[in-house]
Structure formats: C-alpha cells, structure tokens
C-alpha cells in the first residue's frame, strides 16, 4: 500500500505541474500577442494624436485671433503721416497696441486650450491594413 500512495501522490504532482505549466505557458502567448498588437497600434496611435492637436491648435488660435482683432482697428495700430500733396510719407507702428493684441492673443488661446479638455481619437481599422 505505500507504493500506492507515494505512486499517486507522484502522480498528482505531475498532473499539477503540468496545469501550472500549461496557464503560464498560456498567459506568455496572451501577453506576447498584447505586446505585438500594441507595438503595431502606437505608431498609427501617435501619428493621430499629432493631427488631432495641430488641428486643435490650428482652430483655436484663428479663432481667437479673429475674435481679437476684431476689438481693434488698424488706426489703432498704425499712424499714416501724409505730406501736402497727399502722399503718404510715413507710416508709424503703435508698439504697445501691438503688444497688447499679441499678448491678449496668447492668453485667449491659452484660455480656450485649458477649456478643451480631452478629445477622442479613434483609429479606422483600415489604417492596420496601410489603405
């Protein structure tokens, strides 16, 4: 009887190391095959993520600059001297009127930016297959 139990015990063992070798053998396929799908997604994944905040940026700072602009005219910025004759002979820059618009710019971009929040990007399926 002893034979029998050590035998069996043996046995189970083995039976036992064989299930704790096939889930690990299992989990390093799984995790492989993660690993290969997220290293041929990130590349497309950044390349979208770029577009997607040049174009954010892109919106952003025209409309801004517009909505801006429009709060200021051109005398505002620039004087036309004229002689006798009506010709121009000079044309002067008001420097802290520009200052002023090009600092209200930044800060109106920046403030519509921070209001943005997160934005969704999704991947087409036909960009794994290079169409």
């Keep these: 009887m002893p034979n029998f139990f050590i035998r069996f015990g043996e046995k189970f063992k083995q039976k ?9 053998i299992i989990l390093i396929i799984a995790f492989s095959t ?9 590349p497309i994944f950044e390349v979208l993520c770029k577009d997607k905040a040049k174009s954010i940026a892109t919106i952003v700072s025209n409309e801004q600059a517009t909505n ?3 709060e200021h005219s051109y005398d505002e910025i620039f004087t036309i001297e004229k002689d006798n004759n009506g010709n121009i002979t000079m044309i002067k820059s008001n420097i802290i009127a520009i200052n002023e618009i090009i600092s209200d710019v930044a800060i109106k971009i ?14 087409p399926l036909r960009k794994f297959y290079r169409i």
């Design 68 to 70: 801006v602009m429009a």
């Design 16 to 24: 036992k190391n064989r299930k704790i070798l096939k889930i690990i």
């Design 34 to 42: 993660l690993k290969v799908i997220l290293d041929a997604i990130m």
């Design 110 to 123: 920046q403030e519509e930016l921070n209001k943005k929040g997160r934005e969704d990007i999704s991947i």
